[in-house]
């Protein structure tokens, strides 16, 4: 079976304004990057457009009719201080709704192996009621409840790598001891949330680091806290916050990664999920805004979900 690669020029069509770092020109950079030899045998798919309903599975059906009514006929529309919506966006939050849950139809019924979504605006910020931090929807919330609502699974694990912790994804599965939460992610720093006591109802793992940590920093979490936690929860499937601005090129963090670390925690995954969830995967593009990082980075986690 093949990974399949997700994405739509729906996700270009969102704009920001000048000089904002969550930039259409991410895309591209991705984009370019899985046009290697190395991804030709990627199976490749437009992300389907998705039913606004499928963002109420983690947000109150008002919130979502909120954020309908607020898109722009043109010009830019200000929902938080770093958070806009250009007449593009509303396409792009449902192509964005369809691809991370048409990723989980296809993984689960064992028609790929594991699917990388490359969408944007990412997500794991988006709060129940809250856009912010760029994000509007919390998409890989909605695709693990999707999987369990549709197919039945009763554990999803979420793991997040960001260099910013995912806030909105941690106060959306708080009390939700099915859906397991972990991430490693750079403090001080924005959103402010993540430290080692937000445990939940113990199904959150938090592994705050420090600016500078780097690669051995980022092993360490994985291997002492975050692995043997998400093999004892034993998740049927995990889907991957896949943010690439922890990368030493990065200009919005300075945890000093490099794309061989995603690698290496890439394949991490797929061990543990090859244990307990069939080897079920599904990642879900987040942050990453050096290009060359980000493109470097994307290949390397792509790379890694083929077997390479």
Known sequence: MSTLLISHPAFARHLVPPGHPERPERMRAVEEALCAEAFQTLAREEAPLGEAELAALAHPPAFVEALEEARPREGMVRIDGDTTMSPGTWEALLRALGGATHAVDEVVSGAHKNAFCAIRPPGHHAEAQVAMGFCFFNFVVVAARHAQKKHGLEKVAIVDFDVHHGNGTQALVW?????????????????????????????????????????????????????????????????????????????????????????????????????????????????????????????AHVKALMGS
């Open 175 to 299: 009390s939700d001891p099915s859906i397991f939460y972990a991430s490693t992610h750079q403090m001080p720093l924005f959103p402010g949330t993540g430290a080692r006591s937000e445990t939940g109802v113990g199904n959150i793992v938090n592994c705050p680091m420090r600016s500078g940590d780097g690669g051995s920093k980022f092993h360490e979490a994985f291997d002492q806290a975050i692995l043997p936690s998400l093999r004892t929860f034993s998740p049927d499937l995990i889907i991957v916050s896949a943010g690439f601005d922890a990368h030493e090129r990065d200009p919005l963090g300075g945890l000093m990664l490099r794309a061989d670390d995603y690698a290496w925690m890439t394949r991490a995954l797929l061990d543990v999920a090859q244990e307990t969830a069939g080897g079920r995967v599904v990642s879900v593009l987040e942050g990453g805004y050096d290009l060359k990082g980000l493109g470097d980075s994307a290949a």
